[in-house]
Nanobody, 125 residues
Framework: QVQLVESGGGLVQAGDSLRLSCAAS????????MGWFRQAPGKERKFVAA????????YYGDSVNGRFTISRDNAKNTVYLQMRSLKPEDTAVYYC??????????????????WGQGTQVTVSS
């Protein structure tokens, strides 16, 4: 059974940092690209960051580039999102996803076939 379980969200102040984790099971984690998306209330799910199966190709959304860092540990079947200099506009539910295959775009949610339940990140001003 494929599972993605996000953790690490919380309530922080602007300027703080958080580290999200996504623990994967039920598939060969090291064979798949992974991504993080976020969804604010009433808005569509938006791309945050992604990386390929071995972590040497990394992609960021414009709004987080330079503040967030995505990484993975294939030995632990886990993908991380280190978030720094958080802003109130970063407030959202953050989801990790398993990408379908290497031929699809990293930037669109339809390229991902599995999602976790999400973890809430709230940044107060």
């Amino acid at each position: 059974q494929v599972q993605l379980v996000e953790s690490g969200g919380g309530l922080v102040q602007a300027g703080d940092s958080l580290r999200l984790s996504c623990a994967a099971s039920g598939f060969t984690f090291s064979a798949y690209a992974m991504g993080w998306f976020r969804q604010a209330p009433g808005k569509e799910r938006k791309f945050v960051a992604a990386l390929n199966s071995n972590g040497d190709a990394i992609y960021y959304g414009d709004s987080v580039n330079g503040r967030f860092t995505i990484s993975r540990d294939n030995a632990k079947n886990t993908v991380y999102l280190q978030m720094r200099s958080l802003k109130p506009e970063d407030t959202a539910v953050y989801y990790c996803g398993r990408k379908i295959d290497s031929s699809t775009s990293h930037y669109v949610s339809s390229s991902y076939i599995q999602w976790g339940q999400g973890t809430q990140v709230t940044v107060s001003s």
